[in-house]
Nanobody, 118 residues
Framework: QVQPVESGGGLGAPGGSLRLSCAAS????????MRWYRQAPGKERELVAG????????NYADSVKGRFTISSDNAKNTVYLQMNSLKPEDTAVYYC???????????WGQGTQVTVSS
């Protein structure tokens, strides 16, 4: 019944930027670790970035380090993924994931398509 809602996907140019948003209303935000995943056609779903809401700690896939930044606005229960220096290989469906710290219960967004092409 709880579903994060992603927005901000679309067409980006190589070297350009996009910012994805994940609205997680209905969750007690501090009880979850928030993560972004992506899945490209023919590839496994991969973790892109994660953030601990209370600690503020972040982690990134090697492929996006230095280019992507995950952040949160705790008052709005919203997580962002700032995507800079886009590459064609960033093309994928991006999913927002909320994992409850105490139980590992997970909630998934519907996904938003990101296409990087000139």
């Amino acid at each position: 019944q709880v579903q994060p809602v992603e927005s901000g996907g679309g067409l980006g140019a190589p070297g350009g930027s996009l910012r994805l948003s994940c609205a997680a209303s209905g969750l007690t935000f501090s009880r979850y670790t928030m993560r972004w995943y992506r899945q490209a056609p023919g590839k496994e779903r991969e973790l892109v970035a994660g953030i601990g809401i209370v600690s503020g700690s972040t982690n990134y896939a090697d492929s996006v380090k230095g280019r992507f930044t995950i952040s949160s606005d705790n008052a709005k229960n919203t997580v962002y993924l700032q995507m800079n220096s886009l590459k064609p290989e960033d093309t994928a469906v991006y999913y927002c994931n909320a994992r409850r710290i105490s139980s590992y219960m997970e909630y998934w967004g519907q996904g938003t398509q990101v296409t990087v092409s000139s």
